[in-house]
């Protein structure tokens, strides 16, 4: 390449690394502005209430998901399911008392969970005992592999 052509192929290529970068970066700030402002609006839907632990587990069949609700009666769970969601909201049971410490919600528990696959809605299965909600999501596309003899 000549003096003349406006630089080294290794500067071209530095400053195309560059450019690339800076669009990368770009992209990556638009992403994360975008994942922010959701967490906020479900922040927002969450206000008052405490989000549960959650156990998943993947199995080749279903997505097995166990919800820790202390103190939650049977009754005060509403469980929702989509292809692709899960819902839970455990309400409360109030009590007028005068805390010396308040760490549990008076609310309840709420969370949104978004499922790694899609699960069929119609044939969920749920239990609940001492405080842990057991739900069965049976996959919508099962992953075990069928053997198939070759004649």
């Known amino acids: 390449m000549s003096p003349q052509s406006g630089g080294s192929e290794l500067e071209q290529m530095v400053g195309k690394a560059v450019m690339e970068a800076a669009k990368l970066s770009s992209q990556a ?20 209430y405490d989000v549960p632990l ?57 969370r949104e969970i978004k499922l790694p696959v899609e699960v069929k809605p119609e044939q969920v299965k749920a239990r609940f005992d001492n405080g842990i909600l057991e739900v069965r999501l049976p996959k919508l596309v099962v992953t075990s ?7």
């Open 29 to 48: 700030g638009q992403a994360a502005r975008k994942i922010i402002s959701q967490m906020s609006s479900e922040m927002a839907d969450m206000k008052g």
């Open 54 to 110: 959650i156990d998943l587990i993947d199995t080749n069949e279903e997505i097995l998901a166990m919800i820790a609700l202390p103190g939650i009666a049977k009754e005060n769970i509403d469980l929702a399911v989509t292809e692709d969601a899960l819902s839970i909201t455990a309400k409360a049971m109030p009590r007028t008392a005068s805390y010396l410490c308040r760490e549990m919600s008076p609310e309840g528990f709420k």
């Open 145 to 151: 592999a069928t053997t198939v003899q070759v004649q």
